[in-house]
């Protein structure tokens, strides 16, 4: 069964000034607007989520809620989750792109909680993550497990 996510990128400017706004806003019904643009690399705002943040925050985010769907199926206690997850943007064979992203998830669980098993959840939620599914860039997941 298909979903559909819509949403609506407004951006105004003037492109024959070389110094053209990059920020725009991403909208859809009943949620907050996302100031949005290029990357400070990029003459884009600093403050504001760019492309490249967006699409590393999708994968972490997708990732984490698998997880912890995974965990609650399995009856693991997960207490916390804190990911530091970075984007990298390179350019390989002359095209820029996202290579990698990789997840550094310190991962609080409830005392005596199986490793093993928390690490075998963390890998398998990547074979069902909707968003690792859907990228070509390398996914690196570096788990940090805590008893809480």
Known sequence: ??????LTLTWTGNTLDSAYNRNATVTNPGKHPLAVSSAPEYAGDPTRWNPEDLLG???ATCHMLTFLALCAKS??????YEDHAEAILDTVDKVTRITKVILRPVIRVAPGTSKAKVEEL???A??????????????????RIVEA
Do not use: D, R, W
Not at 1 to 6: C, E
Not at 75 to 80: D, F, G, M, P, T
């Open 122 to 124: 963390f890998e398998k």
């Open 57 to 59: 925050s999708a994968l």
């Open 1 to 6: 069964m298909a979903h559909s996510y819509p």
């Open 75 to 80: 009856k693991l206690e997960v207490k916390a």
């Open 126 to 143: 990547h074979k069902y993550c909707f968003v690792a599914n859907s990228v070509t860039c390398e996914a690196v997941m570096e788990p």
